[in-house]
């Protein structure tokens, strides 16, 4: 094959084709041999323009007190559901927690949980994420917060989470657990005219 800098160099159009190697499949699965393809400019154009969209947010108005415990429990959000079990691209079902996602894709997740503690504690806690089989998927997230005076304050706790779907109808849950005796997650209430803290909140947004 003669060198690439050899061949003339000309502007690319949307019709051209680009080589590359197919290492996954539309449904995110491995492909075996990872095979040399052709891609349209016009369709890398499509995949590099594809934005995040919003499809859910929920949120608890109670206070959460996890276990301390070696199991934890499952972090319940919100008090209803949230979207259509027969349209959307994901659910969320008040009575058990569960989040189901009906459609294949890549999910970005943004949860907040607000912890709290006594004053002069050291509350620690938590977090992961678990499937419809009860086995935890990806890392364990962990944090403390320290307390330098004797007055009750609060820290919330940020994760992200890239979530790669591979197969309809995907159930995940999320729980937590707290090491020591101190702390929950807890609503912080704020000026009439402005809504409360949640103890724990999340949004789901698909890449489209």
Do not use: C
């Not at 075996?32 to 154009?45: C, E, F, L, R, W």
């Not at 994901?90 to 009575?95: E, I, K, L, P, R």
């Not at 294949?104 to 006594?118: A, F, K, M, P, R």
Request: charged share 10%.
């Amino acid at each position: 094959m003669a060198q690439i800098s050899s061949y003339p160099l000309l502007v690319p159009q949307l019709g051209d084709s680009l080589l590359g190697s197919n290492i996954v499949d539309s449904s995110g699965n491995p492909v075996i041999g990872n095979p040399t393809v052709q891609y349209t400019i016009s369709d890398i154009k499509d995949v590099v323009g594809q934005n995040f969209i919003q499809q859910l947010y929920t949120a608890s108005a109670l206070e959460i007190t996890p276990p301390n415990n070696t199991t934890g429990a499952q972090v319940i959000f919100g008090s209803i559901d949230v979207n259509d079990p027969a349209s959307a691209n994901v659910y969320y079902s008040a009575a058990n927690g569960n989040f189901t996602f009906r459609t294949i894709g890549t999910y970005y997740l943004q949860l907040e949980y607000n912890t709290s503690g006594n004053g002069g504690t050291e509350p620690k806690f938590a977090f992961i994420t678990k499937n419809a089989a009860g086995n935890q998927v990806g890392p364990t997230v962990i944090d403390q917060t320290y307390r330098q005076n004797t007055a009750s304050n609060n820290k919330m706790i940020n994760i992200d989470i890239m979530l790669h779907v591979t197969a309809p109808l995907s159930v995940y849950q999320f729980w937590a657990l707290k090491v020591g005796t101190s702390g929950s997650l807890s609503v912080d209430a704020l000026a009439a005219s402005w809504t409360d803290v949640p103890s724990a909140g999340i949004t789901i947004s698909k890449l489209s």
